[in-house]
T-cell receptor
Framework: KQEVTQIPAALSVPEGENLVLNCSFT??????LQWFRQDPGKGLTSLLL?????REQTSGRLNASLDKSSGRSTLYIAASQPGDSATYLC??????????????FGQGTILTVHP | NAGVTQTPKFRILKIGQSMTLQCAQD?????MYWYRQDPGMGLKLIYY???????DKGEVPNGYNVSRSTTEDFPLRLELAAPSQTSVYFC?????????????FGPGTRLTVT
């Protein structure tokens, strides 16, 4: 059974700092890995999707890497801003004929960026 | 293009009552999913569907039922509500479950059972 773990559970940083969020998964047979952002009381917004054959994806100040063999992904946020404060969720989609895109989620990292 | 929509946004149920959470998508996606999120936790899969008329259980299906009569709609039925079903429910969809397809999520339904 796939298990996804995110470290740290919470992170508080001053504005302008570069930071790294970590995600690990136990089964390397994945189609892709997605990073989501969730604001309090809101739904999930997809930030980045990395296919299993890719090593990284970038969008603006965000960079996500994937090391499938070791079961790890990192989300790098450059020059953090107070507006980046949210919960960040990592999820993997299992490979194989019966996976049907079902996502297994980590428990999230709560990020607070203070001015 | 509204994406994935869910109704209602909030609901309070008494123990033993039943209700249906509505989910619709206008992206012509074949694959649809229901997840629940308990406080401080990630999301867990309840049920999923690979097309109209085809549904299957996820990780936590007990106490729920689904149907998929059209491509657009995927309602989730709660029978005999219990306090353990207090959660936030998210519906999601994707075009095809391969490495290229991301899942799109609705805004969620916050359900309290008292």
């Amino acid at each position: 059974k796939q298990e996804v773990t995110q470290i740290p559970a919470a992170l508080s940083v001053p504005e302008g700092e570069n930071l790294v969020l970590n995600c690990s998964f136990t089964d390397s047979a994945i189609y892709n890995l997605q990073w989501f952002r969730q604001d309090p009381g809101k739904g999930l917004t997809s930030l980045l999707l990395i296919q299993s054959s890719q090593r990284e994806q970038t969008s603006g100040r965000l960079n996500a890497s994937l090391d499938k063999s070791s079961g790890r992904s990192t989300l790098y946020i450059a020059a953090s801003q107070p507006g980046d404060s949210a919960t960040y969720l990592c999820a993997v989609s299992g490979a194989g004929g019966t996976s049907y895109g079902k996502l297994t989620f980590g428990q999230g990292t709560i990020l607070t960026v203070h001015p | 293009n509204a994406g994935v929509t869910q109704t209602p946004k909030f609901r309070i149920l008494k123990i033993g009552q039943s209700m249906t959470l509505q989910c619709a998508q206008d992206m012509n996606h074949n694959y649809m999913y229901w997840y629940r999120q308990d406080p401080g936790m990630g999301l867990k899969l309840i049920y999923y569907s690979v097309g109209a008329g085809i549904t299957d259980k996820g990780e936590v299906p007990n106490g729920y039922n689904v149907s998929r009569s059209t491509t657009e709609d995927f309602p989730l039925r709660l029978e005999l509500a219990a306090p353990s079903q207090t959660s936030v429910y998210f519906c999601a969809s994707s075009y095809y479950p391969d490495g290229w397809s991301e899942q799109y999520f609705g805004p969620g339904t916050r359900l309290t059972v008292t």
